[in-house]
C-alpha cells in the first residue's frame, strides 16, 4: 500500500512535466510540418516550371499549395495541388502569422517560382506560446526553421 501511495504522488508530481514535453513535442511536429510543405511548394514550383503559392487557411486550419496559373491577358488563376503533398493541418491550434519585412502579409502566403526562387517571408507558428519561424530566402527559395520569434 505504501508503495503504491508513493507512486501516485510521483505520478502526480510528474504530470506537469509530460503535459509540457508533450506540448512541445506537438508544437514541434507542426513547425516541422508547416516547413516540409513550404519545401515542397519550391520543389513544386522548379518540377512544375510555374509559380506555386503556399496559403495558410484560418478557416479551413490548414496550408495548402496553389498552383499558379497565369494568363495571356495578365489575368490569373490558382488551382489546388492535390495529393498527400498538397496540403498540411496541424494537430492543435495553432496561430500562423505570414510577414514580408515585418509587415503581415494580407493573403498569408508565400510564391516560390520556377526558377527556384521565392517571395522573401516569415511563417510565425505559435502553439500555444511555444513560438517557431520558417524563414524563405528570396534567392534560394530555402526554408528555415528556427524556434523563436521572426528575426527583427
Known amino acids: 500500500m505504501l508503495v503504491s501511495a508513493v507512486l501516485v504522488l510521483l505520478l502526480v508530481a510528474a504530470s506537469p512535466g509530460f503535459q509540457r514535453a508533450f506540448q512541445r513535442l506537438q508544437a514541434e511536429e507542426s513547425a ?53 503533398a498538397g496540403s498540411y493541418a496541424p494537430t492543435g491550434p495553432v496561430l500562423v502569422t505570414v510577414t514580408r519585412d515585418g509587415e503581415p502579409v494580407d493573403c498569408d502566403c508565400v510564391r516560390f517560382f520556377s526558377d527556384g526562387t521565392g517571395e522573401p517571408a516569415q511563417v510565425q507558428l505559435d502553439y500555444r506560446g511555444l513560438l517557431y519561424t520558417v524563414t524563405i530566402d528570396a534567392a534560394t527559395g530555402a526554408a528555415r526553421l528556427a524556434r523563436g520569434p521572426a528575426a527583427g
Open 32 to 84: 516541422f510540418g508547416f516547413t516540409q510543405l513550404l519545401r515542397a511548394a519550391r520543389d513544386q514550383a522548379v518540377f512544375q516550371g510555374r509559380t506555386v503559392a503556399w496559403a495558410w487557411e484560418p478557416s479551413a486550419r490548414r496550408a495548402q499549395l496553389y498552383a499558379v496559373v497565369a494568363a495571356a491577358d495578365g489575368t490569373g488563376s490558382v488551382a489546388p495541388l492535390t495529393g498527400r
